[in-house]
T-cell receptor
Framework: AQSVAQPEDQVNVAEGNPLTVKCTYSVSGNPYLFWYVQYPNRGLQFLLKYITGDNLVKGSYGFEAEFNKSQTSFHLKKPSALVSDSALYFC????????????FGQGTTLQVKP | DADVTQTPRNRITKTGKRIMLECSQTKGHDRMYWYRQDPGLGLRLIYYSFDVKDINKGEISDGYSVSRQAQAKFSLSLESAIPNQTALYFC????????????FGPGTRLTVT
């Protein structure tokens, strides 16, 4: 069965410091991997996705994610955090069948302090 | 995202009542999805539809039903609401390409008392 784990409920980082939000997955075959962000009282916004090719994927708002097949991980990163990055972040995975179904992790709250 | 709208945005209802949540999209996508979000559990798929005549159960469909009235409209019904259906409900859409992104509506916060 497919699954996604986000091992940290909350990540705290100081503004200007680099941030990492962790995600590991379990899926048969080669997955598609996604990151979404949810700001308070808002829907989910798409940040980036991995399909194939370069293991480093760049997305919106300066975020990037690194796909590591051997470690089955897809960690979200940003070189310099902003207070406005504070939000709830979700990792999601889907297999390459035609179902289109996404499996989400439980979410990680990112708190960036001034 | 304005391309995917949900109504109502907030709803309080009583146990046993029937309630319908509606989703509309202007993205021209074939596929539509309903998820619920609970704290600490992420999003879980309730139902999904690949086109008007193709509707499928997700992982937590018990107690819910759906209707795809048109390509652009997908509604979720709770026939007899219960308190543990209190959650944030999201509609999403995508096209049918292999690695398509799902785009989410703003959500409906449902409280069942």
């Amino acid at each position: 069965a497919q699954s996604v784990a986000q091992p940290e409920d909350q990540v705290n980082v100081a503004e200007g410091n680099p941030l990492t939000v962790k995600c590991t997955y379990s899926v048969s075959g080669n997955p598609y991997l996604f990151w979404y962000v949810q700001y308070p009282n808002r829907g989910l916004q798409f940040l980036l996705k991995y399909i194939t090719g370069d293991n480093l994927v760049k997305g919106s708002y300066g975020f990037e994610a690194e796909f590591n097949k051997s470690q089955t991980s897809f960690h979200l990163k940003k070189p310099s955090a902003l207070v406005s990055d504070s939000a709830l972040y979700f990792c999601a995975v889907r297999d390459r069948s035609n179902t289109g179904k996404l499996i989400f992790g439980q979410g990680t709250t990112l708190q960036v302090k001034p | 995202d304005a391309d995917v709208t949900q109504t109502p945005r907030n709803r309080i209802t009583k146990t046993g009542k029937r309630i319908m949540l509606e989703c509309s999209q202007t993205k021209g996508h074939d596929r539509m999805y309903w998820y619920r979000q609970d704290p600490g559990l992420g999003l879980r798929l309730i139902y999904y539809s690949f086109d008007v005549k193709d509707i499928n159960k997700g992982e937590i469909s018990d107690g819910y039903s759906v209707s795809r009235q048109a390509q652009a409209k997908f509604s979720l019904s709770l026939e007899s609401a219960i308190p543990n259906q209190t959650a944030l409900y999201f509609c999403a859409t995508s096209d049918s390409r292999g690695a398509s992104t799902q785009y989410f509506g703003p959500g409906t916060r449902l409280t069942v008392t």
